[in-house]
């Protein structure tokens, strides 16, 4: 299973830092994604990180502000969030798959999710 926390109060331009604890499953040989659904939106795509952390993707409206990271020592993959803009205002969501060749931007590729921790950005 996996559990995601760190959500919380930011200001705008401020920074909060995402973890999702993985347990039950080889963690290293599992790709981890980020995913946010704000209210009355769908989920959408934020991060995606390879089993080994040799590649990353980011969703534009996140690059260059958000960093995810992973620790397969300590099964853990993480989401620094930096420069927070009050539209980043979600639920986060983490998930773990396989290697797959599907998009790993599409969020039924995934079959393993956290609980979700709300991120609220103040103006």
């Known amino acids: 299973q996996l559990q995601a926390s760190g959500g919380g109060l930011a200001e705008a331009g401020g920074s909060l830092r995402l973890s999702c604890t993985v347990s039950?499953?080889?963690?290293?040989?599992?790709?981890v994604a980020w995913f946010r659904q704000a209210p009355g939106k769908e989920r959408e795509f934020v991060a995606y990180?390879?089993?080994?952390?040799?590649?990353?993707y980011y969703a534009d409206s996140v690059k260059g502000r958000f960093t995810i990271s992973r620790g397969n020592a300590k099964n853990t993959g993480y989401l620094q969030m930096n420069s927070l803009k009050p539209e980043d205002t979600a639920v986060y969501y983490c998930a773990a798959r396989p290697p797959a060749n599907s998009d790993f931007r599409w969020p039924r590729t995934y079959d393993l999710w956290g609980q979700g921790t709300l991120v609220t950005v103040s103006s």
């Open positions: 039950g499953f080889p963690f290293d040989d599992f790709a």
């Open positions: 990180i390879n089993w080994s952390g040799s590649n990353t």
